[in-house]
């Protein structure tokens, strides 16, 4: 382990030796897949898990599903809010990619020129999971093994510090949490309406769902009367 007697006393740096030595030892073709993985492959998943909520919720329909929906709306809206937020981070930080610093490191993405702090990919999945999580506590949980995983690949591969993972985890969450209230108020309303129209209502509920609700005796007074008045 000569990168570990290079990294000093530093835990995060002896940390990222220990997980992209497991990259020297693994062979070319797992490498190639956790480069996919780690780049592309988990970012998609999230989006399918949050598409395959929308279709879970969508089907089980119930009083929450506006809200519910508006959960799953804010959970990449939040994503692309803490990518925003992360530019002046990093811009401020500065912090090099390890393989610039560190020699002997196996990097298995080539052209990344931008610096390391925060994890762009950690915030992105983190951010997604947290709101998955605000909407479906099962899908969350999913999403959140996902989002570790991503900051588990970030660091195998070479490109990011732990500690760039663990500072993206945290500000994806900041991000998802924090503005989770004024978001909700601002998206359950809109959800409801949308819930309400004749054309957009399958966005919130299936329509067999809705077909299937029982008629409360208020609304079929409403609706007699309304027949009685066109009668007229």
Known sequence: MAGLAESGSNPDVDLLYDINGLAKQAPHWFDRVMEFVGEYGLLLAMVLLVLWCWLSVRRRGGEDAASSVAALVWAPLAAGLAVLVNVPIRGFVERPRPFVDHQGIDVL????????????HATLTMAMAVGLFVASRTFGLVGLGLALLEGFCRVYMGVHYPTDVVGGFALGTAVALLLSPLAMALLTPLMRAVERSPRAGWLIRDRRTRAAEPVTPGAQADAAAQERDLAA
């Not at 993405?109 to 762009?120: E, H, I, L, Q």
């Open 109 to 120: 993405v080539t052209g990344k020129t931008d610096y390391s702090f925060v994890s762009d």
